[in-house]
T-cell receptor
Framework: NAGVTQTPKFQVLKTGQSMTLQCAQD?????MSWYRQDPGMGLRLIHY???????DQGEVPNGYNVSRSTTEDFPLRLLSAAPSQTSVYFC???????????FGNGTRLTVT | KQEVTQIPAALSVPEGENLVLNCSFT??????LQWFRQDPGKGLTSLLL?????REQTSGRLNASLDKSSGRSTLYIAASQPGDSATYLC???????????FGTGTRLKVLA
């Protein structure tokens, strides 16, 4: 099993550009989520999903969209990139709310 | 509002030492707590998950304890090795929510 796969690993955007961060898992996990990690602030939840077709906002959802059309995939869309969105983005999944979180290796995004 | 604190932010110890990492949280109504390890440039790896009804969990040289009433968890690492060098994070999930609140981590260096 590959686990949680995130692409791309690195990305540089100009202010105002849009892009999609990809996340896929092959563990048949129902729960998937997106976090951003910033120095000194810990990981913060952006959006999450408890199953295909179901998404909800986390702590810092502004500027991001998600959808969950399949169990495996949970893409994160940046609508109009801003320098404040420079961060490392992690996708995570779990079998249930009682199960450990499995993380991808992250996407390092820089917005200039 | 749940807040998670990890002190110290960084720790250096000689190889072979037993050590304790601390995690404190402000709201005792937690559902579970997880300890993670993060290597530089990598995602997080779940080490131990403690449900709110449990007092401790063990995996190999690692032991995590939970005291909800005092809002504290500790991660005990026995006979530390250079390969244990990493950042250790704790995360708390409250009852009735999917959201995990992360601490900012303790950066551990084990010296050979």
């Amino acid at each position: 099993n590959a686990g949680v796969t995130q692409t791309p690993k690195f990305q540089v955007l100009k202010t105002g550009q849009s892009m999609t961060l990809q996340c896929a898992q092959d563990m048949n996990h129902e729960y998937m989520s997106w976090y951003r990690q910033d120095p000194g602030m810990g990981l913060r939840l952006i959006h999450y999903s408890v199953g295909a077709g179901i998404t909800d906002q986390g702590e810092v959802p502004n500027g991001y969209n998600v959808s969950r059309s399949t169990t495996e995939d949970f893409p994160l869309r940046l609508l109009s990139a801003a320098p404040s969105q420079t961060s490392v983005y992690f996708c995570a999944s779990s079998y249930s709310e009682d199960s450990p979180l499995h993380f991808g290796n992250g996407t390092r995004l820089t917005v200039t | 509002k749940q807040e998670v604190t990890q002190i110290p932010a960084a720790l250096s110890v000689p190889e072979g030492e037993n050590l304790v990492l601390n995690c404190s949280f402000t709201d005792s109504a937690i559902y579970n707590l997880q300890w993670f390890r993060q290597d530089p440039g990598k995602g997080l790896t779940s080490l131990l998950l403690i449900q709110s009804s449990q007092r401790e969990q063990t995996s190999g040289r690692l032991n995590a304890s939970l005291d909800k009433s005092s809002g504290r968890s500790t991660l005990y690492i026995a006979a530390s090795q250079p390969g244990d060098s990493a950042t250790y994070l704790c995360a708390v999930k409250n009852s009735g929510t999917y959201k995990y609140i992360f601490g900012t981590g303790t950066r551990l260096k084990v010296l050979a």
